[in-house]
T-cell receptor, first 109, second 116 residues
Framework: GQQVMQIPQYQHVQEGEDFTTYCNSS?????IQWYKQRPGGHPVFLIQLVKSGEVKKQKRLTFQFGEAKKNSSLHITATQTTDVGTYFC?????????FGKGTRLHILP | DTEVTQTPKHLVMGMTNKKSLKCEQHMGHRAMYWYKQKAKKPPELMFV???????INESVPSRFSPECPNSSLLNLHLHALQPEDSALYLC???????????????FGPGTRLTVL
């Protein structure tokens, strides 16, 4: 079945360092969505990418959609403690969103 | 109003109890979802309602019974649950236009359920 693979599973970074999580699909995606879930919280929608090669920025967050629309990345510049949480990518399946397993980001002070 | 609300926040129940989880949204969304999330796992789809009709049931055991009384409300009735059903239960909604049920999900804060 359709899968959305996400790596790494965990990432520990020093505060101020950069962070990147990668998402790969077994099939071409019409779009890719990114969600953030803080510890003890619920998933919150961050962004949706639709176009091949699309790059979008939200302050220190940069989202990219691959040219083949099979992969995507989220890059955070100069991480802060508020960035702690799990970042999920999600792609459209036949009848539901397929979530990646998520990347859990820990910030070391 | 861009919020999905859920009650209760926490629920502890025995295996013989009957309880209900409630979800409400006032964004005019016409698709509503129930997800189950275990610790350190992504949300797992259970049910989808579109225009108050059950559209998708992801082979969920009958001890979970969804209900959509109107376009703003979604309930999940629980009966004879097992300890392995303990999880965070998330409600979500989406606009239900074009790309549903794969369009942007707006999640509520969830109900953390413990089954003893």
């Amino acid at each position: 079945g359709q899968q959305v693979m996400q790596i790494p599973q965990y990432q520990h970074v020093q505060e101020g360092e950069d962070f990147t999580t990668y998402c790969n699909s077994s099939t071409t995606l019409s779009n890719i969505q990114w969600y953030k879930q803080r510890p003890g919280g619920h998933p919150v929608f961050l962004i949706q990418l639709v176009k091949s090669g699309e790059v979008k920025k939200q302050k220190r967050l940069t989202f990219q959609f691959g040219e083949a629309k099979k992969n995507s990345s989220l890059h955070i510049t100069a991480t802060q403690t508020t960035d702690v949480g799990t970042y999920f990518c999600a792609g459209p399946g036949d009848d539901k969103i397929i979530f990646g397993k998520g990347t859990r980001l820990h910030i070391l002070p | 109003d861009t919020e999905v609300t859920q009650t209760p926040k926490h629920l502890v129940m025995g295996m013989t109890n009957k309880k209900s989880l409630k979800c409400e949204q006032h964004m005019g969304h016409r698709a509503m979802y129930w997800y189950k999330q275990k610790a350190k796992k992504p949300p797992e789809l259970m049910f989808v309602y579109s225009y108050e009709k059950l559209s998708i049931n992801e082979s969920v055991p009958s001890r979970f019974s969804p209900e959509c009384p109107n376009s703003s409300l979604l309930n999940l009735h629980l009966h004879a649950l097992q300890p392995e059903d303990s999880a965070l239960y998330l409600c979500a909604s989406s606009q239900n236009r074009g790309a549903w049920p794969t369009d942007t999900q707006y999640f509520g804060p969830g109900t953390r359920l413990t089954v003893l």
